[in-house]
């Protein structure tokens, strides 16, 4: 009996969960790089707005780090999800090739 292969949606898996890791990095400094352009562009939108400009800055920076935070924490569960999905299908396949070898060992001996 030859011993089987990591399943192909095991490899994919794992891909999806680093990638999915990758992105949500890419996303989180990308918000924290919005947000110090929105504070440092902040005279500006005071100049054109006036107050309105320190109060509409105010929530919307708050509002992208809580945006971002949400999707940091929820891409990281997906992430985390992924991974473990890829582990448990690699060990069943690796626990259904053991148990294949366990059935032949038990018919051997059913034999003598």
Do not use: H, W
Not at 29 to 50: E, K, V, Y
Not at 86 to 93: I, P
Not at 99 to 108: A, N
């Amino acid at each position: 009996m030859k011993k089987q292969e990591a399943p192909i949606v095991s490899i994919v898996l794992y891909v999806l969960s680093g990638l999915n890791f990758i992105v949500m990095l890419i996303c989180v400094f990308a918000a924290i790089n919005a947000d110090i352009t929105i504070r440092s562009n902040a005279p500006l939108f005071q100049a054109i707005l006036g107050t309105l400009g320190d109060i509409f800055l105010g929530y919307l920076a708050r509002a992208l780090r809580d945006i971002s935070l949400i999707f940091t924490l929820v891409n990281a569960g997906i992430s985390v999800l992924l991974f473990t999905a890829a582990r448990l299908l690699k060990n069943s396949n690796r626990l259904s090739y053991r148990v294949q070898i366990l059935e032949k060992k038990l018919e051997i001996a059913s034999l003598k």
